[in-house]
């Protein structure tokens, strides 16, 4: 079966280039927490790969030279960032928390599940039809009359 052709990255959904971005700054700040400092040419090589092959696991089908570029080309901002993480005490841990609810004074209240009203029954039968097919569009019923199943108007059918 022949591989899907690449596409280019500003191609993907606004979501996917998010998660991209993700993975770049995580396996940047991973490095810096290990290290105390940002990576080398050589060490940064090493990011691309990584972050490349969870663009490739995700089947997310961009050139590797686009990932390298864009990487390359954030690597200043993550830089700035990772040091305000730092300084704010942020570690990969931290990072992949939920996100903590705001503090209101009140503890969160737990929501209330409607209840649903069951469906208000139609009455399939009525003075002039034994049964009641469905009404036009007017509103008038038709289906079945009492007379065309001999019975008398809420007469018990015959066993």
């Given at each position: 079966?022949?591989?899907?052709?690449?596409?280019?990255y500003?191609?993907?959904?606004?979501?996917?280039?998010?998660?991209?971005?993700?993975?770049?700054?995580?396996?940047?700040?991973r490095?810096f927490?290990?290290?105390?400092?940002?990576?080398?040419?050589?060490?940064?090589?090493?990011?691309?790969?990584?972050?490349?092959a969870k663009?490739?696991?995700?089947?997310?089908r961009?050139?590797?030279?686009?990932?390298?570029?864009?990487?390359?080309?954030?690597?200043?901002?993550?830089?700035?960032?990772?040091?305000?993480?730092?300084?704010?005490?942020?570690t990969l841990?931290s990072?992949?928390k939920?996100?903590k609810?705001?503090?209101?004074?009140?503890?969160?209240?737990p929501r209330?599940?409607?209840?649903?009203?069951?469906?208000a029954?139609?009455?399939w039968?009525?003075?002039?039809?034994f049964?009641?097919?469905?009404y036009t569009s007017?509103?008038?019923?038709?289906?079945?009359?009492?007379?065309e199943?001999?019975?008398?108007p809420?007469e018990d059918?015959?066993?």
């Amino acid at each position: 079966m022949p591989e899907k052709p690449l596409v280019p990255y500003k191609s993907l959904k606004q979501k996917q280039k998010a998660r991209i971005a993700d993975w770049m700054y995580r396996e940047t700040l991973r490095f810096f927490l290990e290290h105390q400092r940002m990576p080398e040419a050589e060490e940064f090589e090493l990011l691309y790969q990584t972050v490349y092959a969870k663009v490739r696991s995700s089947n997310y089908r961009v050139a590797y030279e686009e990932i390298q570029h864009l990487y390359a080309k954030r690597l200043d901002s993550y830089a700035l960032r990772i040091q305000r993480d730092a300084e704010a005490g942020i570690t990969l841990e931290s990072l992949t928390k939920q996100p903590k609810q705001k503090k209101t004074g009140k503890a969160p209240r737990p929501r209330k599940k409607k209840k649903r009203e069951p469906a208000a029954t139609e009455s399939w039968q009525d003075d002039r039809f034994f049964f009641i097919a469905g009404y036009t569009s007017g509103g008038a019923p038709y289906g079945v009359t009492w007379e065309e199943m001999g019975l008398e108007p809420w007469e018990d059918l015959p066993l």
